[in-house]
């Protein structure tokens, strides 16, 4: 690991000196960074060496090194290299924890910003929420990302593993109990208009959190940009890893559905269970308080053999 300069190794007191530090030291941050949450996830059992991961990694690097740049002038004196393994720990230890309670639907609220860290570091969680916000079934999440049909069935397999394993997972690590998703069901039933507009109120605080620093190659794009992208059938990265996680584009999209032989329509329509779960009778029973997981599984084994996309 590359070491920082002598005279930056030492306490930082002013805002001026980290201005200087920051470019002379980004790629040893991003390093370290990428070190330590590598080193959090094998510990939560939600690692696997291979590309995927990888390029998730360095997502999420990213994104943490530019929030604690912006972070760090408020914690001055400092040593920048030890505060950012406390806001990594942090961050992963209490992700979103302070506002849920200021939310107008806590328990709504806590689903959402842990479905959304799912997908960040899972493609399947990521994938599947174009089912969780607009109701897409694996077809037309084909379509609207280009895909050829081989190339579909990898959609097909984001959303049975999720059904099958991820979305449980993530259930367990938010910590909601069978009560709290039995009244989100029902505040949806009794009200869907009033539920949907919560989840975009919360989305709209949400989503610049987990969003805020994407690199640069999947920053939102003009409308003629997108439409191009589309209607030329290029970007299917691209698509993948910006729209899910971005309500402004989706709704840019809509306004030239047919470009892209789809035609839908992007209404936020929230599902709670995943794509099918109830359909076709997979979704765990729930006794008191606690989830019997699909009778080949019990809740230690889930959590082992989760593998992330």
Known sequence: MKTLTPSINCVIHSPKEFKQFVPANFSYLLERSSGLIRRILQDMGQWADNTAHEKLLLRRSFDLVERFIEYCPSQLPCRPALLLDGFIFDFFGRPQASKASLASNPILYRFLDGLLNRAVLSRDALICLFYHFYSMKPVEVGFLLGLEEG????????????????WYQ???EIGLTAKELQSLEE?????????NEQVRDHLE????????SDPSYYACLEDKTWYEMFSEGYGFDYRMWHIPLCLSCMNAIAKFGNAFLLNPEFTLN?????????EEGT???FVDGSKVLPSERTPQRFSQDLQLA
């Open 170 to 172: 993530a259930v367990e």
């Open 270 to 278: 929230f599902h709670i269970s995943p794509h099918s779960l109830k």
């Open 187 to 195: 505040k949806k039933v009794y009200n869907p208009e009033c539920f």
């Open 151 to 166: 190339q579909t069935q990898r959609i097909y397999k984001n959303f049975a593993r999720w059904r099958q394993k991820g």
């Open 283 to 285: 979704l765990g029973r």
């Open 205 to 212: 605080t949400l989503l610049p959190f987990y969003r805020k």
